[in-house]
């Protein structure tokens, strides 16, 4: 399918590289018959082919093939760039790994990460140590204060915070609650 390239939509802020070749697209927009098509979403947002795109805009084409792939969030589309970068092309450089590696990690995509940007679990959990401590403080912080809300049991916490049971089971045993020497639980006030 060909896409008028002036309703390709770049959005930098979901493209994986920090630098763009501009050797690269010299080279290809010598070629651009023999390039494959970029790939775009429903909302024609480029997922792969940046270098492509501007070869084709250097070589003054107005139309580009394209393969349209139906995308449900902005990080979908910022990884599945990743991803397509990793399998041909110009790879991206370790400095792109670890930039999307820190932006995109979340505690729960830590796997999917590593593989899409082909990189070691030790290189990986290297880079996001920081952001993992963050993340994990805050996601205690939120599990203890989701707990101490009367209405919630520890498995109603579990469910609302995607984690499993024995974490809140674990975090909530290992506080220390201080309660006032003359606390009396359930007793009415006249």
């Known amino acids: 399918m060909k896409k008028q390239i002036k309703e390709i939509i770049i959005r930098m802020d979901l493209y ?3 630098d763009v ?19 775009i ?5 480029l997922i792969d082919g940046l270098h492509r795109l501007r070869a084709n805009k250097q070589a003054d084409n107005k139309e580009i093939e394209v393969i349209i792939e ?8 910022y990884l599945r760039a990743i991803e ?17 590696a820190v932006k995109l990690y979340d505690l729960k995509n830590r796997e999917r990460l590593i593989k899409s940007l082909s990189i070691s679990p030790r290189a990986f959990d290297g880079w996001v140590s920081t952001k993992a401590k963050q993340l994990k403080e805050n996601l205690n912080e939120t599990i203890i204060l989701e707990y101490l809300k009367a209405e919630n049991t520890h498995q109603t916490v579990a469910d609302k915070l995607g984690v499993g ?5 674990e975090l909530v045993g290992s506080c220390k609650f201080a309660v006032p020497d003359n606390f009396t639980p359930f007793h009415n006030h006249k």
């Open 41 to 45: 979403n429903q909302d024609n947002i």
């Open 165 to 169: 049971r024995s974490t809140i089971t």
């Open 21 to 39: 070749d501009n050797k690269k697209i010299q080279e290809y927009s010598e070629h651009v018959d023999l390039l494959p098509p970029i790939i």
């Open 16 to 18: 994986p590289r920090q």
């Open 70 to 77: 139906k995308t449900e969030s902005e990080n979908e589309v």
């Open 84 to 100: 397509t970068n990793a399998t041909h092309g110009l790879q991206l450089s370790m400095k792109d790994k670890q930039s999307v």
